[in-house]
């Protein structure tokens, strides 16, 4: 009898740790459907149908406005040679190299070669004198330049391009750093894709734009899985701009797998240690 009731407790035991055993092994699988990221999560527009048009600010909302502290170069170019040297000291005579322009696409020949905006707003320039520069677009000062250029040459060609136009992209981003831009218009899309995409623990719908201003910074968060990130002030980006891309929560069960894998391990051998025993 006593035998009998051995072997019958022996059973329940064995019942009750295969029990346990397979709710551990749920749990774990389950832990592992949780932490799974679909790839869905990963697709800029997913909202957007084939052909369809999407709404987008009017970019002279979004254009740079001229700033104290701005770099700018300025070209004034006419058919004598000699003339052109005394109003582009920088360019020497004669028509610029590659290499002349190869000084002003770095920002320290940016900044050793550009024309700066004081702090009163003007623009000092050989010749032409002072320009009050500031609140105005970029093509309204190469207009300014332009009457100013006449009256002294005939037939002057002028150019005015902004060249401290940086952005700081951090975060999940495959190669994280600042970025400059010698386009009229700079996107966060075209920022992203400066700093080699987003990495797989990147949250597209929360990447934040840190905008400095006078008054302080104003953030602006984009959803860029959605359409409407076309009518964000911060789609475009301005000079001095921070891009933060944003940890998805998987990136946390990430960090912690190596906790997971030597938990899971510990409680294995646990288990296999308990089954000898019970047998």
């Not at 019958?8 to 055993?21: G, S, V, Y």
């Not at 150019?159 to 010698?182: A, I, M, S």
């Not at 797989?200 to 719908?205: G, R």
Request: charged share 20%; proline share 4%; glycine share 6%.
């Amino acid at each position: 009898m006593d035998i009998i009731r051995k072997y019958l407790e022996n059973q329940r035991l064995k019942m009750i740790t295969t029990r346990k055993i397979f709710r551990l092994c749920l749990f774990f699988i389950l832990l592992g459907l949780i932490s799974c990221r679909s790839s869905k999560e990963l697709i800029f527009l997913s909202n957007m149908a084939n052909e369809q048009k999407a709404e987008r600010l009017p970019e002279n909302i979004t254009e740079h406005l001229i700033k104290p502290g701005d770099v700018l170069y300025i070209s004034i170019k006419s058919i004598n040679p000699e003339v052109n040297a005394i109003f582009n000291p920088e360019e020497g005579t004669g028509n610029m190299s590659s290499q002349s322009y190869q000084k002003f696409t770095t920002p320290s020949g940016a900044y050793l070669y550009g024309f700066e905006v004081g702090i009163n707003g003007e623009l000092s320039l050989p010749i032409l004198g002072k320009i009050q520069v500031t609140g105005l677009p970029q093509q309204k000062i190469e207009e300014l330049v332009q009457q100013k250029a006449d009256i002294y040459l005939k037939d002057a060609m002028v150019k005015v391009k902004l060249l401290n136009f940086k952005v700081t992209v951090l975060g999940e981003v495959r190669v994280p750093g600042v970025y400059y831009n010698y386009n009229n218009t700079f996107t966060v899309l075209e920022a992203l894709a400066l700093a080699s995409g987003n990495t797989d623990f990147a949250s597209i719908k929360k990447v934040m734009v840190v905008r400095p201003g006078i008054d302080g910074n104003t953030s602006y968060m984009l959803d860029l899985s959605s359409k409407d990130m076309y009518l964000s002030k911060a789609f475009y980006l301005q000079p001095n701009d921070y891009v933060f891309v944003q940890p998805d929560k998987h990136k946390n069960l990430q960090l912690n797998s190596q906790a997971y894998s030597m938990l899971l391990s510990s409680v294995s051998l646990m288990i296999a240690v308990l089954s000898f025993v019970l047998k």
